[in-house]
Structures are given as C-alpha cells and as structure tokens.
C-alpha cells in the first residue's frame, strides 16, 4: 500500500466562506496544519478549521519557507492543508510546491475549488460562451513584476480569436491592456472587472474598452480583480444554443419491453 496522503492542496475559492466545497470544509476541519493566501481570502475561511489548528499566513514566506512547513508538518504526523485561492489549477504554484514535495518523499493530492472567474462571472450575470459570438474562452495573465510569459503566449495572439478574455493579475496594467486589445474586440466591446468576488467590499465595473481603464483607475483597484473581455457580456448578443431548439430531433419516451 502506497503512502498515506498527508499534504493537501485546497481550492479554497474565490475567498468567501461559503463558497468552499463540502470535501474543503471536510479536510479543514480534520487538519492539524493549514497554510492559506491570506491575502485573497475572507478570514471566515477559517472558521472551517479545527480549534487549535496551526494556521500560517503564507502571504509574506517565499516558497523554500512554504516547503519546509509542509515537510515538516508531514514529519510530525499532521494532516496538512495547502489552501490555495480560486483553483489549484489556475496560478497557484502548485507545480512547484509537488515538486519540492516529491523530492522529499511526501505525498500529496489536490482538491479543485472554485476558481475566481468562476465567481467573477457569477456576480456579473454572464454566460462566457454564447452561441454564435464566443465558444472558447482564454484564461490568461499578462506580464508586469511578475514571472515571464511564454513567447508564444503573446496578448495579441489571443485577442486575435476574439474568444472571451479573463485576464488574471492584469488589473494595475488595464489602460495598456485595453490599448492591445482594442484592434481586434473594438472600443466598444463590453469589459466586466471584479474586485474580490464573493468577498467584503466586492465590487462590480462595466466599462468597454474604450473607458474601462478610468473606471477601474478612479475606483482604485490594484490586486485582487479579475477583468473579463468579449462580445458575449453584452446582454443582447447573441444567438440560441442547437441542444435546446425546439426544432432539434430528441428520442421519445421509452417505451415498455
């Protein structure tokens, strides 16, 4: 039998305490250990953890700091869990932390949350992918004081599909952006920025491209913001989805043998 898992990777969602799923709460509740963001998250997240739990504010340790508090933990017998904002999948160095992990021999797992443009959309009323005007949607950062974009994963690149943008860690750089991708989506192309979705003192701008970056400018955002980009945020656009027209063949009742 393989190792017991002991270091846990939590999605803990856009950062409301509500917002984390039954198997979240589950393991906070049974961890002695428990590393979290404390920079995007609401502190009623923690109200899921045990009493008397070990809880370390990651916000200001670099990531050797993170690993030998994981390690650690693992050694002296404790369940541990990794909260990470949104989804592990998205911009949480999860990479890099299993990596560290293996190399020592602790075993871990990972358990999805959900993501905050998930959240961003949710507040805003949208669909993302709308029928006849976006399918595809591009999750995206951009580069500012923070780790180099792949060169082939240029802005431009995607805006040229002229799928729905959500452009993540992005919102202190929004008039360059805008000026990028106002070429392909228009001036006029709806803009929708969050400021920490589902948390206290969420905030909610419409804007295009044209104007969104003095909203944004004037309400003073500088972290936590999401900002989606594309045609299908306008509520008027559009056209009907194939699965549900009332045209489209579907199978009858079965019927008794």
């Given at each position: 039998?393989g190792?017991?898992?002991t270091?846990?990777?939590?999605?803990?969602?856009p950062?409301?305490?509500?917002?984390?799923?039954?198997?979240?709460?589950?393991?906070?509740?049974?961890?002695?250990?428990?590393?979290?963001?404390?920079t995007?998250?609401?502190p009623?997240?923690?109200?899921?953890?045990?009493?008397?739990?070990?809880?370390?504010?990651?916000?200001?340790?670099?990531?050797?700091?993170?690993?030998?508090r994981?390690?650690g933990?693992?050694r002296?017998?404790?369940?541990?869990?990794?909260?990470?904002?949104?989804?592990?999948?998205?911009?949480?160095?999860?990479?890099?932390?299993?990596?560290?992990?293996?190399?020592?021999?602790?075993?871990?797992?990972v358990?999805?949350?959900?993501?905050?443009?998930?959240?961003?959309?949710?507040?805003?009323?949208?669909?993302?992918?709308?029928?006849?005007?976006a399918?595809s949607?591009?999750?995206t950062?951009?580069?500012?004081?923070?780790?180099?974009?792949?060169?082939?994963?240029?802005?431009?690149?995607?805006?040229?599909?002229?799928?729905?943008?959500?452009?993540?860690?992005?919102?202190?750089?929004?008039?360059?952006?805008?000026?990028?991708?106002?070429p392909?989506?228009?001036?006029?192309?709806?803009?929708?920025?969050?400021h920490?979705?589902?948390?206290?003192?969420?905030?909610?701008?419409?804007?295009?491209?044209?104007?969104i970056?003095?909203?944004?400018?004037?309400?003073?955002?500088?972290?936590?913001?999401?900002i989606?980009?594309?045609r299908?945020?306008?509520p008027?656009?559009?056209?009907?989805?194939?699965?549900?027209?009332?045209?489209?063949?579907?199978?009858?009742?079965?019927?008794?043998p």
């Open positions: 039998m190792a017991a898992v270091v846990h990777f939590v999605g803990a969602g950062g409301a305490a509500d917002l984390l799923t039954v198997r979240a709460t589950r393991m906070l509740g049974a961890a002695g250990v428990v590393l979290y963001p404390g995007y998250l609401d009623q997240v923690l109200s899921h953890c045990a009493p008397g739990a070990d809880l370390v504010d990651t916000q200001g340790l670099d990531l050797d700091t993170i690993t030998d994981l390690v933990a693992h002296a017998g404790h369940d541990v869990v990794r909260l990470t904002s949104g989804d592990p999948s998205l911009y949480s160095a999860l990479a890099e932390q299993a990596r560290r992990l293996d190399a020592h021999g602790v075993p871990w797992d358990t999805p949350g959900v993501p905050a443009y998930a959240a961003a959309a949710a507040l805003a009323g949208h669909e993302l992918t709308v029928p006849l005007v399918q949607v591009v999750l950062r951009t580069r500012a004081r923070s780790t180099a974009m792949p060169e082939t994963e240029s802005l431009a690149a995607f805006a040229a599909t002229r799928a729905t943008l959500v452009l993540h860690l992005a919102v202190t750089r929004v008039r360059a952006l805008m000026e990028e991708v106002a392909d989506y228009g001036a006029d192309c709806p803009v929708v920025v969050v920490r979705a589902s948390q206290p003192g969420e905030a909610l701008l419409r804007g295009t491209v044209a104007d970056a003095d909203r944004v400018e004037e309400a003073g955002f500088r972290q936590a913001a999401v989606l980009v594309g299908a945020l306008d008027d656009g559009g056209g009907e989805s194939y699965l549900y027209a009332p045209g489209r063949p579907r199978p009858g009742p079965a019927r008794e």
